[in-house]
Nanobody
């Protein structure tokens, strides 16, 4: 099975930036599309961004367009979420997800807190 280990979360001031990483092991990541999800306090989990297995296309939820960038490096079995111009409402636990037609594999989650 695929295992996903996340890093890069933390505390940042409004307007700051963070880059989340999701390192896969156990299978080649290029067999999976990648999604980033988040769950803020008192909120349901929402999709933030996703990218195809080859990186040929990507999409974003409206609230992060122009601020977040999803990418992947299949040679390193790693996916990224670059987060710029962070807002307090971006505060959440962020999860990476690797998907094929049968399975969804999840990272352990990492806390992102945007606060002054």
């Amino acid at each position: 099975q695929l295992q996903l280990v996340q890093s890069g979360g933390g505390l940042v001031q409004p307007g700051g930036s963070l880059r989340l990483s999701c390192v896969a092991s156990g299978a080649p990541l290029d067999y999976y599309s990648i999604g980033w999800f988040r769950q803020g306090p008192g909120k349901e989990r929402e999709g933030v961004s996703c990218i195809s297995s080859t990186g040929g296309w990507a999409n974003y939820t409206d609230s992060v367009k122009g601020r977040f960038t999803i990418s992947r490096d299949n040679a390193q079995n790693t996916a990224y979420l670059q987060m710029n111009s962070l807002k307090p409402e971006d505060t959440a636990v962020y999860y990476c997800n690797a998907r094929n037609y049968l399975y969804n594999y999840w990272g352990q989650g990492t806390q992102v807190t945007v606060s002054s």
